[in-house]
C-alpha cells in the first residue's frame, strides 16, 4: 500500500509544481486562460489529493509530524510555500508577484531536499 501512496504523492507533487508555473506564466502573460474555471478548480483537488496521498503514507509508515522532524520541515516548508505561492498569484505589484515566485520555488527545493534526503533542516 505504501508504494501506492507514495508514486500517487509524486505525481500529484509533479502535478501540483507544473500547474504552479504554468499558472504563473499566464499571470505575466495576462493570458484570459487563468479566467478559466477548470484552471481554477484543478490545482485545488489536485493539492487535496496530494495532502490526503501524504496523508496515506504517514498512516501506513505510522510516521507523524512533530514525532518525526523532517515531516514536520515538510509541514512548515508546505504552509511556506502555500504563503509564497499565494503572494506569487495575487500579489499587488509586479514585484511582490516575483518575491512570491522566487519565494515559492525556493520552498519547492527546500521540499523536494527534506523529501529525498530525510534530514530536517529546521525542526532537527
Known amino acids: 500500500m505504501y508504494a501506492a501512496f507514495k508514486h500517487l504523492h ?6 501540483s509544481i507544473s500547474l504552479f508555473l504554468f499558472r504563473f506564466v499566464l499571470l505575466l502573460l495576462d ?5 478559466k474555471k477548470w484552471l481554477k478548480i484543478v490545482p485545488h483537488v489536485n493539492d487535496t489529493l496530494l495532502l490526503l496521498s501524504a496523508v496515506g503514507i504517514m498512516v501506513t509508515l505510522s510516521m ?3 514525532q518525526v522532524p523532517w515531516l514536520t520541515d515538510k509541514v512548515i516548508g508546505v504552509i511556506a510555500y502555500i ?12 514585484g511582490a508577484r516575483w518575491l512570491g515566485f522566487i519565494g515559492a520555488c525556493g520552498w519547492i527545493a527546500f521540499l523536494l531536499h527534506v523529501a529525498v534526503s530525510k534530514q530536517a533542516l529546521i525542526a532537527g
Open 31 to 35: 493570458s484570459p486562460l487563468l479566467k
Open 83 to 94: 504563503g509564497f505561492g499565494v503572494l506569487a498569484m495575487k500579489g499587488k505589484t509586479a
Open 10 to 15: 509524486v505525481l500529484f507533487v509533479l502535478i
Open 64 to 66: 507523524y509530524p512533530i
